[in-house]
């Protein structure tokens, strides 16, 4: 792994031009080819609640909306998601949802497990935001690879301008470590161009995944949702996320890094900008048609509207036209 110079990504973050822009693709593009060769990752995401305890100021699904539509999949419609992933080729399932009381550890667990012993040849991905490390552990213990929990900003000051008091970024980041201590592939990452940002928090944020070096990374654009206090603030830059893209790429060359839904939510390009600048992964959504659109957690979130089967049949055509191949694959983090 490179270290990266502080004040060189701030020159760059803050002075770049085409040519830059376009050697750091080449540069990341490359290093991509190198290890993924072509192929690119998929991971079915099931978004399994959109009750959440938590009331981050950027988020659709925060608790005082009392706009949003609640709604929370039992352990079969959870399972059904997975079976039917399992038939289109999908390895890993990635469980999102938001800080809901109702999943507790015993409860995730035993979905964690069946999901485990019935589809032996799958990764389980859990995104279910802050717990205790005996919960981690204990979830760990019952089957599951992998964590996601974007950081959301390096940056202490900035952390508390886009959530409320009771939540902390130290508590954030120490979750992050815990996760990578016991033994799941963890994923963190942030939102490109959230209100408050400026380019030195955006290094903060590359330095983090330097010093946590996580298996994955999720970066996508912040985008305003209409029932929160930012809602008619701008969204992040596209040329901004696949710039970033490509240094992540450059800085941890195995780094499992997905073109976002939020990514091609801004730009109808998006994601396949995305994997050309460096990404190897995609993350079609598997969960309930009927539910899609209540899974908000920003205006106008793509792929809402389609069965699982259109979604990855329109990725891989999308892919296909810029020379990459979806694999049925658990894709894990290596570091050969
Ligand atoms: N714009 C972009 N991303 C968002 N997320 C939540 N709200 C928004 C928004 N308004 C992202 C956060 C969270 C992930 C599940 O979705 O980074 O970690």
């Known amino acids: 792994m490179h270290t990266a110079c502080e004040s060189e990504l701030l020159q760059l973050i803050t002075t770049y031009d085409e040519k830059d822009f376009e050697y750091l693709r080449k540069c990341a593009r490359d290093t991509a080819d190198r290890i993924f060769g072509n192929k690119i990752y998929i991971r079915g995401l099931i978004e399994f609640s959109s009750i959440c305890k938590n009331d981050c100021y950027y988020c659709g699904l925060r608790r005082s909306n009392g706009n949003a539509v609640r709604y929370r999949l039992s352990k079969d419609e959870i399972l059904s998601c997975c079976q039917n992933g399992h038939e289109l080729g999908f390895r890993t399932f990635v ?26 040849d799958c990764a389980v991905t859990l995104s279910l935001g802050e717990r205790s490390y005996e919960s981690y552990q204990r979830l760990f213990d019952s089957g ?26 130290e508590n954030r980041m120490q979750c992050l470590y815990n996760l990578k201590r016991i033994g799941y592939q963890t994923g963190a990452g942030f939102m490109v161009g959230s209100p408050f940002q400026t380019p030195e928090m955006l290094v903060k944020d590359l330095k983090f995944i330097e010093k946590l070096s996580p298996e994955m990374c999720g970066i996508g654009p912040f985008v305003p949702h209409k029932d929160t206090k930012f809602k008619n603030e701008n969204h992040g830059d596209v040329s901004l996320v696949l710039m970033l893209l490509s240094i992540i790429r450059l800085l941890k060359p195995n780094i499992l890094l997905p073109a976002t839904t939020a990514l091609g939510t801004v730009d109808p390009l998006g994601r396949e900008k995305g994997i050309l600048h460096g990404a190897n992964v995609v993350m079609p959504n598997l969960s309930p048609v009927k539910h899609r659109k209540d899974y908000s957690l920003y205006d106008n979130k793509i792929c809402t509207g389609d069965e699982t089967a259109q979604c990855i049949g329109c990725l891989a055509d999308r892919m296909k036209k810029i020379g990459f191949e979806i694999v049925t694959d658990r894709g894990d983090y290596t570091e050969k």
């Open 95 to 120: 469980l999102q949802g938001g800080e809901d009381g109702f999943f507790t550890d015993d409860v995730m667990c035993g979905i964690v497990s069946e999901i485990k012993n019935r589809f032996p």
């Open 144 to 169: 599951a690879d992998r964590y996601l929990l974007r950081h959301e900003t390096a940056d202490k000051k900035h952390y508390s301008m886009l959530h409320p008091p009771e939540m902390s970024l």
